[in-house]
């Protein structure tokens, strides 16, 4: 049986996080800050603690790795965008479009991850010689996958191009649905994974962010489905509430059960309506304070979280 949701998954502690200039330029959801360097770091420590200790509360296996000081990677806590794992032992690693965020690749994470989580690694499938041609895929910010339909999302962003979707969707067996997605000033949306989420029940999507031409025809498919479709505000959207994830967990009442995985930013913006529905379609919903991570580095709880299946 296909698994649209995993029990295991990996984070990188960060060493230097902070604002990163370079990323700004496509991520409008970051916002410079007064913060000192180190209190930006010390506040993202703790943000990130809390966060792996909420995730092990819930039942989900977690394997952290380090950042290393140098060079300075202030984007390592999303490691999601660089490398992906897959059920068939898959292991697909991305071209980044920032040059500061390619050395977050390290060869010695995808070995620890493997050993700690047991991952039998059946293939390697390196789409990073892209960069040399200026073209970009990254990881699961830039690909939402209806693991079960086999269906990869993506908004066309100077960081998702779709030759290289092409290549990947080849490679993975998947089909592709591509479309336009932009803020509310018409600046393209940077990644598919802070416009939408698709958990074993539901698909929730920012829809007035897709483009009219492109928007029926996304919904259609994510409707075909099977899923509950929620569509979000822009509000919702730019407060990180499509930036979620469900997780599957295991519960001594429950069983095997599924977890969302959001922000407390989100969960505070969501209306009443859209999180009752959200909370009908798992078994408990997670939301978690990451409000310096969200504010500097632009991305929320499901940009820092890499999944693993095993």
């Given at each position: ?55 092990r509360s819930e ?55 493997a ?53 990947w969707?080849?490679?993975m067996?998947y ?66 509430a ?6 599957e ?11 969302v ?12 309506e ?21 504010q ?15």
């Amino acid at each position: 049986m296909i698994q649209q949701c995993t029990d295991t998954v990996f984070l990188v502690r960060p060493a230097a996080f902070g604002y990163n200039a370079e990323t700004a330029v496509t991520n409008r959801m970051q916002k410079a800050g007064a913060l000192p360097g180190a209190e930006a770091q010390a506040l993202a420590l703790a943000e990130f603690d809390a966060m792996v200790a909420a995730l092990r509360s819930e039942g989900v296996q977690v394997c952290v790795a380090s950042d290393t000081r140098a060079p300075v990677k202030p984007d390592a806590i999303f490691p999601n965008n660089w490398v992906s794992w897959h059920a068939d032992g898959t292991v697909v690693l991305y071209p980044m479009q920032a040059v500061s965020r390619r050395a977050e690749r390290r060869r010695e994470i995808v070995d620890q991850v493997a050993s700690d989580t047991g991952f039998r690694i059946a293939r390697t499938i390196d789409l990073t010689a892209h960069e040399r041609e200026g073209r970009f895929l990254e990881g699961t910010g830039s690909l939402v996958l209806d693991r079960v339909e086999r269906v990869a999302y993506a908004c066309r962003s100077p960081r998702t191009n779709e030759h290289v979707l092409r290549e990947w969707c080849e490679a993975m067996g998947y089909a592709a649905e591509v479309f336009d997605a932009s803020d509310r000033d018409g600046t393209p949306l940077y990644h598919t994974n802070v416009l939408m989420g698709i958990g074993r029940r539901f698909a929730a999507i920012g829809a007035d962010c897709v483009a009219p031409a492109d928007r029926a025809r996304a919904l259609a498919r994510l409707a075909a489905s099977g899923r509950d479709v929620i569509e979000l505000t822009r509000a919702e959207i730019e407060a990180f509430a499509g930036n979620l994830l469900e997780l599957e967990t295991w519960d001594e009442a429950l069983g095997d059960s599924g977890v969302v995985v959001l922000s407390a930013t989100a969960r505070a913006q969501l209306a009443p309506e859209r999180y009752a529905r959200l909370a009908a379609c798992a078994d408990s919903v997670l939301a978690v304070p990451v409000p310096t991570i969200e504010q500097l580095g632009g991305g929320s709880v499901r940009c820092m979280i890499a999944e693993v299946f095993r």
